[in-house]
C-alpha cells in the first residue's frame, strides 16, 4: 500500500504507512528502501538516512550496497554531517575501488570534514587509476589551496 501511495505522489501518507511496515513484524526488507525515499521527498533526511542504514542490517548480503552508501553519504552531507559520510563513501570505495567518481567524492567528504590529508591521499588514489579525471583534479586544486593557507 505504501509503495502505491508513493507511486502516486501521496508522500506524507505513503511515509507514515511505510514508517509503520518498518516498525512491524514480518518486515519486508523492501519497505526500509521505500520509507527511506518517502521521508526524502518529505524533506526528513535523517528519518531517510536511518531507513537505509538500517535495511543494511536487516539484509546483510546487499547486492546494492555502494549505490545505498553513496545514498547514505549524500543524505549525510545534505545534513551537514561529512564524518559520515566519509565513513559511508570509504565503505562504497573499498568495495568498489576502481570506482573514481567514489573516490572523488570521499576526497570531497573528506574535505569538508576537514581531514586534508585523508582527501590528498583519496586524490592521488584515484589518479593513479584515471589522471584525466576532471572531479579528482577539481578537489585536488581545492585541497592544495587549502593546504597552501595553512
Not at 568495495?95 to 573528506?110: H, Y
Request: aromatic letters at 4%; charged letters at 25%; zero cysteines.
Amino acid at each position: 500500500y505504501g509503495r502505491a501511495l508513493l507511486q502516486e505522489g501521496e508522500n506524507e501518507a505513503a511515509e507514515h504507512t511505510l514508517q509503520q511496515a518498518t516498525s512491524r513484524y514480518p518486515i519486508e526488507p523492501a519497505a526500509f528502501l521505500l520509507y527511506a525515499s518517502a521521508a526524502e521527498r518529505q524533506n526528513h533526511l535523517d528519518a531517510a538516512r536511518n531507513a537505509l542504514i538500517l535495511y543494511g542490517s536487516v539484509v546483510p548480503e546487499d547486492r546494492d550496497f555502494v549505490a545505498r552508501a553513496s545514498r547514505i553519504a549524500a543524505l549525510s552531507l545534505r545534513l551537514n554531517d561529512p564524518d559520515t559520510a566519509v565513513e559511508w563513501l570509504d565503505q562504497a570505495a573499498s568495495a568498489s575501488p576502481n570506482d573514481t567518481k567514489l573516490i572523488a567524492l570521499l576526497a570531497e567528504a573528506q574535505l569538508k570534514a576537514g581531514d586534508t590529508e585523508a582527501a590528498s591521499a583519496s586524490i592521488e588514489r584515484g589518479l593513479a587509476k584515471e589522471p584525466a579525471n576532471a572531479a579528482l583534479r577539481s578537489v585536488k586544486l581545492r585541497a592544495d589551496a587549502l593546504k597552501a593557507k595553512r
